[in-house]
C-alpha cells in the first residue's frame, strides 16, 4: 500500500518561503514522477510541476515559474517542493502525487496560507 506523507504547510507572510516535502513509502519499485497540485478555494485545481526519476522536472505552471523549484531524493523516496516569494493567491491545499507503474496515489494534502 503505498502512502505518502506531506509536510511542510502552515502559514507565511507574503514574500515570504516554505519547503513541502512528499515521502512516499509501501513501494518497492522505483517511483516514476512525482509532482505537486494545488487546490485553491473556488478555483480549479492545478497541476504545478512534476520531476521524473531522472531528476528532470515537467514545465511549471505559469503562475508559479520563477519562483517554486521541485526536487527529489531517490534514496529517500521524497519529493521537494521550494517555494519562494509567496503570494496571497498562493494559498491552497498542495497535494503531491506520484506515478508508479501507471497507477497514481495521492497525499493528503498539506494546507498554505499566505497572509498579512
Known amino acids: 500500500q503505498v502512502q505518502l506523507a506531506e509536510s511542510g504547510g502552515g502559514l507565511v507572510q507574503p514574500g515570504g518561503s516554505l519547503r513541502l516535502s512528499c515521502a512516499a513509502s509501501?513501494?518497492?519499485?522505483?517511483?516514476?514522477?512525482m509532482g505537486w497540485f494545488r487546490q485553491a478555494p473556488q478555483a480549479p485545481g492545478k497541476n504545478l510541476v512534476a520531476?521524473?526519476?531522472?531528476?528532470?522536472?515537467?514545465n511549471y505552471a505559469d503562475s508559479v515559474k520563477g519562483r517554486f523549484t521541485i526536487s527529489r531524493d531517490n534514496a529517500k523516496n521524497t519529493a521537494y517542493l521550494q517555494m519562494n516569494t509567496l503570494k496571497p493567491e498562493d494559498t491552497a491545499v498542495y497535494y503531491c502525487?506520484?506515478?508508479?507503474?501507471?497507477?497514481?496515489?495521492w497525499g493528503q494534502g498539506t494546507q498554505v496560507t499566505i497572509s498579512s
Open positions: 502525487y506520484v506515478l508508479i507503474g501507471g497507477d497514481v496515489y
Open positions: 509501501g513501494t518497492s519499485g522505483s517511483i516514476d514522477l
Open positions: 520531476i521524473m526519476t531522472t531528476g528532470e522536472a515537467t
